[in-house]
């Protein structure tokens, strides 16, 4: 059996997901809002959007999942956008809040 993957593992991943508005990984906004691991290694990643209109939304999906897969030992990804709780700048890392002006 292979090792488990953890959630660590997965966000660090993610991490390497930039939103190009922006130019912060999609961690750091604050936009992910959980990963779960099952006993398989198949992840589901819970995120948002800073905007439900979000032009991106396909394309940042996506490469969340990519991200996710480049983890060794993951078999599958489920990424599931949500609107609730509805993003917010203080949601962001303290760098990104700076970055944008709301620190």
């Given at each position: 059996?292979?090792?488990?993957?953890?959630?660590?593992?997965?966000?660090?991943?993610?991490?390497?997901v930039i939103d190009p508005e922006v130019g912060f990984n999609l961690v750091e906004?604050?936009?992910?809002?959980?990963?779960?691991?099952?006993?398989?290694?198949?992840?589901?990643?819970?995120?948002?959007?800073?905007?439900?209109?979000?032009?991106?939304?396909?394309?940042?999906?996506?490469?969340?999942?990519?991200?996710?897969?480049?983890?060794?030992?993951?078999?599958?990804?489920?990424?599931?956008?949500?609107?609730?709780?509805?993003?917010?700048?203080?949601?962001?890392?303290?760098?990104?809040?700076?970055?944008?002006?709301?620190?």
């Open positions: 059996m292979s090792e488990k993957v953890t959630k660590e593992q997965v966000y660090d991943a993610i991490r390497k906004m604050g936009l992910i809002y959980d990963v779960i691991v099952d006993d398989e290694n198949n992840v589901k990643v819970i995120m948002t959007l800073s905007t439900r209109g979000c032009p991106l939304h396909q394309m940042l999906t996506q490469w969340v999942k990519d991200a996710a897969m480049t983890v060794p030992g993951v078999k599958d990804v489920d990424v599931e956008v949500v609107w609730e709780p509805a993003w917010n700048i203080s949601m962001a890392e303290d760098n990104v809040k700076k970055a944008l002006g709301a620190l």
